[in-house]
C-alpha cells in the first residue's frame, strides 16, 4: 500500500491502549487520532503527537480517519456509540453481549448503510475467532456437538458490566471453565451439558463507602445475559486487595467440535485454543486486522454491517495474494 490506514481510537481505557500498541506492529497503518469522553488535555497517549479530541467533536475528523475503532464497553457505551459513529465513519467493535447481536447488527447496518460506510461488529476473540470456528466445526462436522469453554481468566465485557451497578467502586470478574464439563466435551462422547454445568463465574468487588453490599451481590447475580444462567460467587476486597492481586488480565479458551462422519463409526474432535497473557492486548490485535479489511471493502465502495463471518481471511493480512498462497497455504 502506498499510503498509510488512518486509524481512530474511541475510548481510551484497556482495549484503547491495546489498539494503540497493535497499530506499532502494523506497518500499513497509523493512529491518527484519539476520542475520549474525558476532557482531552488530561489524556496522554502512548504515542508522541497524536491529537486527543472530545467525542463530541467526532465529526469534524471525518476525512482524517480510515477506519475508526470503538473501544468502548458492551453493556452502555456500544449500543450507543456503534450506530451513532457507524454513520460518520467506517468502524470495528467488539460487542460482546451475545444475546443481543441482532438487534445491534440491525441498528448498525441501518447506521452504516445512512453513511455509506463499513462497520464490522462483535470483533475479537469471542464473539470473533472462536465464532469462526464454531462456524467451520458445525459446517465440516454437521453431526456432532460444539462446546466453548472460557477462561480462567479476566472478562473485559463483565467486568465492565460489574463496574455499571450502583455502589460499585471498582471490579473484575473471572470466568473459571468446570474440568470435568471439559473432559467429557474432549472425549467425543457428545455430553449433553447446561450452561450453568460449563463454567462459574467468581466476583471480586469493591463497594462504594456505605453501599449496600447485600443489594450489590444480588444485583449482580441476578443480571440477565452476563451472571443469571451461572453459579456466581461475589467477593468483596479492598481497592488495595484488587489493585495488588488482580490486576493483570489474562484470560483464554477452547472450542471443541465433536461429530461422526460416514455411517457413524467414525468419531472425529477439532480443536481450537487460546492462552492469553493480556485480553485487552490480544483482543485489541484482533480489532486492527479486521480494521484493514473494513478500509479494503469501503475502498470497493460496500457499506453496512458486517460479522466476522462475511470477511474473507485474505482481507485481514497486509500481504498480496501471492504472498499468501506462496508462505502460508
Known amino acids: 500500500m502506498n499510503s498509510k490506514i488512518r486509524i481512530g481510537i474511541a ?19 497509523e493512529l491518527a487520532a484519539v476520542f475520549t469522553r ?30 475508526m475503532i470503538l473501544c468502548g464497553g458492551s453493556a452502555t457505551d456500544l449500543p450507543v456509540m456503534g450506530p451513532q ?19 445491534y447488527f440491525a441498528n448498525v447496518d441501518a447506521a452504516a448503510k445512512k453513511g455509506n460506510n463499513v462497520s464490522i461488529i462483535s470483533v475479537g476473540w469471542d464473539p470473533g475467532m472462536f465464532s469462526i470456528n464454531r462456524l467451520y466445526g458445525e459446517a465440516i462436522l454437521p453431526e456432532g456437538s ?24 471498582d471490579g473484575k470478574q473471572y470466568t473459571i471453565p468446570s474440568e470435568a464439563a471439559m473432559a467429557a466435551a474432549k472425549s467425543g462422547s457428545e455430553p449433553v451439558l447446561t450452561t450453568r454445568e460449563k463454567h462459574t463465574r467468581e466476583c471480586f468487588v469493591v463497594a462504594k463507602e456505605g453501599a449496600d453490599k447485600a443489594l450489590i451481590e444480588k444485583t449482580i447475580k441476578e443480571m440477565p445475559n452476563y451472571f443469571s444462567d451461572y453459579d456466581t460467587t461475589v467477593n468483596f476486597i479492598s481497592q488495595e486487595e484488587l489493585n495488588e492481586k488482580h490486576s493483570k488480565m489474562p484470560h483464554g479458551g477452547f472450542v471443541i467440535r465433536s461429530g461422526k462422519t460416514g455411517d457413524g ?5 477439532i480443536e481450537y485454543s487460546l492462552k492469553l497473557d493480556s485480553n485487552p492486548e490480544f483482543t485489541s490485535s484482533v480489532l486492527v486486522a479486521y480494521a484493514r479489511a473494513a478500509y479494503r471493502l469501503a475502498q470497493k465502495g460496500e457499506s453496512g454491517a458486517k460479522s466476522v463471518f462475511d ?19
Open 11 to 29: 475510548g481510551y481505557g484497556n482495549i484503547g491502549r491495546g489498539v494503540e500498541l497493535a497499530i506499532k506492529q502494523n506497518k500499513d497503518m
Open 38 to 67: 474525558r476532557d482531552p488535555s488530561t489524556v496522554k497517549t502512548i504515542t508522541e503527537g497524536v491529537k486527543v479530541v472530545h467525542v463530541d467533536d467526532a465529526a469534524s475528523m471525518k476525512n482524517d480517519i480510515d477506519v
Open 85 to 103: 459513529f457507524a454513520e460518520m465513519f467506517n468502524t470495528i467493535d467488539s460487542f460482546d453481549t451475545h444475546a443481543k447481536i441482532p438487534e
Open 146 to 169: 460444539h462446546y466453548t469453554f472460557w477462561g480462567k481468566g479476566i472478562s473485559q465485557g463483565h467486568s465492565d458490566a460489574i463496574r455499571r451497578v450502583e455502589g460499585v467502586q
Open 265 to 269: 463409526e467414525n468419531h472425529h474432535v
Open 311 to 329: 470477511i474473507a481471511p485474505a482481507l485481514l493480512s497486509p500481504k498480496s495474494a501471492d504472498e499468501l498462497r506462496k508462505e502460508l497455504l
